[in-house]
């Protein structure tokens, strides 16, 4: 996130696109209601479905799934032809712009409704809404980038940001909500395959030299494979071991059949968890990790904010805190990693990361801090981009509209899209054995519109049948006027009827994220 959390009670409008923030983010959600109640705020949502963040919105653009370049740049087109851009910022701190303005001209209105089936009246009314404010926020998840198109997804919503300059100011930014607690964290600390930590990329032979130099090593300027050229690089035995840790792609990739073959294609496969998931059911060793409140540490939050975790209770039976299990399978393969505690991992971190510098387990003891931090006087940076951008000015990118990977046809004429329960978490690891959760969401389902329903014979309750060009489940009809017609939606949280049975492979060729949002389907009674 460009801005804290807490900004958001600020905005004067917000622009939530492919998130569902008050079952997938509830404190977040909590800030945005508490922007409507007390500050007046106007909440637009761009969603297929009518998400629990509708009742309060001042507008909901029911958008098809996988049309979110056309969306934004219909936005776009408005604040271009109605003189809303902001043009001292433009001059001041971005360059580019007139790339843009030769793309966006073909994205009227009424173009526009024709590809999102978003009315142009409805596009004219939010622009300008958005334009307007004098502090608006844009907040997005998975919804927008679980595309074949997400980077041009991310980069749109980057150009509507600046062309009004709703960026370094309170109540405004680019806010991409973190799916996990420690996502941002880890993606901080070098779990990614291109950088090291603090985003120095490995291929930079500077930032190279620096980590061999700590770590007495040789260290090798290409960037590794991202999780989906692991899985497929797995299923044509060019990998032969995997080691795997706090993840379960046997229900949070898409084709799951496909994952599971490429896991048993593995000569070896090891998962670190703190349960057995369906995961590490299939590998042939099992290392049993410490839970958050087992363990010592810092996790980093989605608005950058470094936080201590306090070790709790003693991990049960054999289970130890991961960094502690990676230690000790370095000292096996003859690489010794003598750290005696959490506290010394962090110290080897801030000395390679210049963001995290100016952090130590002393200052986080009186409060988080956002990072960048450079040096220990430092009182962090709650707002990214005051000043200026990391690469000087902001740089505008001209993106075009692209379908998604699949679309309706007669063969599978729904298109299906997923996402989360408010009850329910991710693969429901650790909430699936919750009786109280289980309560509340036992079992999986299906929404499907009224008019669908009625075609197929459906009635609320029933027992369907989804088939995709990967796999097929069966799960429980909720007939909802919540959903566009010709889609229907699913949480994907139920390994019984798990929703990336039928998910589709097909990746952005930037980011190389799965097109996990959209995917055609048939539909019928079982």
Excluded at 133 to 162: F, K, P, S, W
Excluded at 379 to 388: D, S, V, Y
Aim: glycine letters at 8%; hydrophobic letters at 40%.
């Amino acid at each position: 996130m460009t801005n804290t959390i807490e900004d958001l009670a600020e905005a004067n409008v917000i622009l939530a696109i492919g998130t569902n923030t008050t079952e997938a983010h509830p404190i977040i959600g909590y800030q945005m209601k508490k922007a409507v109640r007390e500050n007046g705020a106007k909440i637009i949502v761009a969603d297929p479905r009518r998400i629990p963040l509708v009742d309060v919105a001042e507008m909901w653009l029911e958008l098809k799934p996988g049309t979110n370049v056309a969306l934004l740049n219909g936005l776009m087109n408005v604040i271009l032809t109605e003189g809303l851009v902001d043009r001292d910022f433009i001059a001041a701190r971005t360059e580019g712009f007139e790339v843009l303005e030769t793309v966006l001209p073909k994205y009227t209105p009424d173009v526009v409704e024709k590809i999102t089936g978003v009315a142009a009246d409805d596009i004219r009314q939010a622009a300008r809404l958005y334009a307007n404010a004098e502090r608006a926020a844009i907040c997005y998840t998975m919804g927008i980038t679980q595309h074949t198109t997400g980077t041009d997804n991310v980069l749109a919503i980057a150009n509507l940001a600046l062309m009004t300059g709703n960026l370094g100011k309170r109540g405004a930014g680019v806010n991409p909500l973190r799916g996990q607690n420690n996502v941002q964290g880890a993606c901080d600390v070098g779990g990614l395959p291109n950088v090291f930590t603090g985003y120095q990329q490995v291929a930079d032979e500077a930032a190279r030299k620096k980590f061999e130099e700590a770590w007495g090593v040789v260290l090798s300027g290409a960037p590794g494979l991202t999780l989906s050229e692991v899985m497929e690089k797995a299923g044509h035995g060019d990998i032969k071991a995997l080691y795997i840790m706090g993840e379960n792609p046997v229900i949070s990739d898409p084709d799951i059949d496909h994952v599971k073959k490429a896991l048993e294609n593995l000569d070896f496969l090891v998962v670190q968890d703190i349960f057995l998931t369906e995961t590490a059911e299939l590998a042939d060793v099992v290392l049993p990790s410490a839970c958050f409140a087992e363990k010592d540490g810092t996790f980093t939050n989605t608005e950058r904010r470094v936080q201590r975790v306090r070790k709790a209770t003693e991990p049960p039976g054999g289970a130890k805190p991961d960094w502690q299990v990676i230690a000790e399978i370095g000292l096996a393969l003859r690489y010794p990693m003598h750290y005696n505690s959490a506290e010394e991992i962090f110290e080897e971190i801030r000395s390679l990361t210049p963001s995290y510098t100016g952090m130590s387990y002393e200052r986080l003891e009186e409060g988080g801090l956002h990072w960048p931090c450079p040096t220990v006087e430092h009182p962090g940076t709650p707002i990214l981009h005051t000043q200026a951008f990391t690469r000087g000015k902001g740089l505008f990118s001209a993106v075009e509209y692209r379908a998604p990977a699949e679309e309706a046809d007669d063969e599978y004429p729904m298109i299906l899209t997923t996402g989360r329960s408010l009850w329910q978490y991710h693969t429901g690891t650790m909430t699936r054995r919750s009786e109280a959760l289980n309560s509340l969401a036992p079992k999986s389902w299906v929404e499907i519109h009224p008019a669908d329903a009625a075609a197929y014979g459906i009635a609320d309750g029933d027992e369907v049948i989804l088939t995709s060009r990967r796999g097929c489940l069966t799960s429980t009809a909720m007939v909802t006027e919540g959903i566009r017609a010709g889609v229907v939606f699913m949480p994907f949280h139920y390994a019984e009827s798990a929703a990336n049975v039928l998910t589709n492979t097909a990746i952005d060729p930037v980011a190389k994220i799965p097109e996990l949002k959209v995917c055609a389907v048939s539909l019928a009674k079982a």
